[in-house]
């Protein structure tokens, strides 16, 4: 198993929680496809920063859901308008329409390197295949 930057996870973890159905922790493990012994540790430090919360899923008290605090929105808003400069900056010179599609191509990349490798982080097997220099994350 390899492991992505805690960064890179509360990104990822953030996203998910605002942007899609609150997930329980088992199934976001397994849609960031994050070993959930990380995932515990990354949600840890999420929540010691106070960017989100662990609920008792009403369907399953077993079970927890993982909520952004009003603290986490705002700071994914933050990264988001901060993701959006940086892709204004590299894919400046596309058309919106092939940034779309540049976006889509990534997002299938990653999954087909977890598809293949399912223990892989993607963005850990990319910068295997970079030249040191290109490295710098």
Do not use: K, W
Request: glycine share 6%; with cysteine.
């Amino acid at each position: 198993m390899t492991r992505s930057s805690p960064a890179a996870s509360g990104y990822h973890i953030l996203t998910v929680v605002v942007h899609e159905e609150v997930p329980t922790q088992g199934a976001l493990a397994a849609r960031l496809a994050i070993d959930r012994s990380v995932l515990t540790y990354v949600i840890d430090d999420l929540a010691n920063a106070g960017l989100i919360e662990r609920r008792p899923d009403p369907q399953d008290r077993r079970a927890r859901r993982v909520v952004a605090t009003e603290r986490g929105r705002q700071t994914l808003a933050e990264a988001e308008r901060r993701v959006t400069h940086a892709e204004d900056h590299v894919l400046g010179g596309l058309p919106e329409e092939q940034r779309g599609l540049f976006r889509d191509l990534a997002a299938r990349a990653a999954e087909a390197i977890h598809a293949a490798a399912p223990a892989t982080d993607p963005c850990v097997a990319v910068q295997s295949v970079l030249p040191p220099a290109d490295r710098s994350g």
